[in-house]
């Protein structure tokens, strides 16, 4: 989708990573500053019941990630079903999270927060951010929810009450195993995906400075390509793609390596 059209004037942003890296604080802070609409996943999930119920044991809502999007096998079969049984097709469009978000996306402009990443179809987004937290860090910001039982930010993971030990153990193993990272590089793909560190608040103003540095790039490289499209569609021979390419690569290696700042930006091998 992202990926369609010329004409869309702002991109679609995916913003990732484990629960407590920051995603939702530096999504509303980066709405805030450029006047991307934040969506956050886990809400929207929620208020559309795009959740089959509560396991009580973990106390998590789940989410069958498998019956959320329509890039699988069991979707078309459902699909398949409906054409054959119409008064289905109302049921399987209710239970679909990607066609609610497809439709959402379709004009750019959102930045969308959630550790579901590999759920998505790559052409939704124009940039993946997963960001990442050292695991002590991590462990003691979900360590505080726990304290202060902070239930609004966690109604997905935990779905009425703060962090227990185990959740918190769950949590930092996967940061360390860097499960989001993984993920997103393999839905993704290198080109498309940067990891930022998250650490602490000055952390957080340069990543946001780099975010604001790479969208007014990227809103430069969309006039030019409509400009360089309509060059070419007068003299019928560019090589505009290439030249596309070429700098989207430049915008997102001038995000990885700012003033080779490894420390705030790691590379993505
Ligand atoms: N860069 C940062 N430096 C210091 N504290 C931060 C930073 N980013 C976020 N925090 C704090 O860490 C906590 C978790 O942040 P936040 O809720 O944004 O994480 P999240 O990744 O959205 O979590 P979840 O996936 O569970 O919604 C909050 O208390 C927030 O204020």
């Given at each position: ?126 940039l993946v951010i997963v960001?990442r ?45 860097q499960?989001v990272l993984d993920e997103a590089l393999e839905?993704y793909g290198n080109g498309k995906v940067i990891e930022l560190q ?51 690569s430049?915008?997102l290696n001038?995000m990885q390596h700012?003033?080779?700042?490894v420390?705030?930006f790691v590379e993505v091998d």
């Amino acid at each position: 989708m992202a990926e369609e059209s010329n004409k869309q004037k702002l991109p679609n942003i995916l913003v990732s990573g484990t629960p407590g890296v920051g995603k939702t604080t530096f999504c509303e802070s980066i709405a805030e500053q450029t006047g991307l609409k934040h969506m956050r996943v886990n809400d929207v999930i929620l208020e559309k019941k795009f959740h089959e119920g509560k396991d009580e044991e973990r106390d998590c809502l789940i989410v069958d990630e498998d019956k959320v999007c329509k890039q699988n096998f069991q979707y078309l079969c459902i699909v398949f079903f409906s054409l054959m049984f119409p008064i289905h097709l109302l049921f399987v469009k209710q239970i679909q999270l990607c066609d609610y978000l497809e439709d959402e996306l379709q004009g750019g402009g959102y930045v969308v927060d959630t550790h579901l990443c590999g759920t998505f179809p790559p052409e939704w987004f124009d940039l993946v951010i997963v960001l990442r937290c050292d695991n002590t860090v991590l462990y003691d910001r979900l360590q505080q929810r726990e304290e202060t039982n902070d239930t609004n930010k966690n109604l997905f993971i935990c779905a009425d009450r703060g962090y227990s030990q185990s959740k918190i153990g769950e949590n930092v193993e996967a940061e360390i195993m860097q499960v989001v990272l993984d993920e997103a590089l393999e839905e993704y793909g290198n080109g498309k995906v940067i990891e930022l560190q998250n650490d602490t608040i000055e952390h957080m103003e340069k990543n946001i400075q780099k975010f604001v540095d790479w969208l007014s790039n990227w809103q430069k490289h969309q006039n030019d390509s409509i400009f360089d499209n309509e060059n070419d569609n007068e003299h019928e021979n560019g090589n505009t793609n290439e030249h596309k390419d070429d700098k989207h690569s430049d915008n997102l290696n001038e995000m990885q390596h700012p003033d080779k700042d490894v420390e705030m930006f790691v590379e993505v091998d």
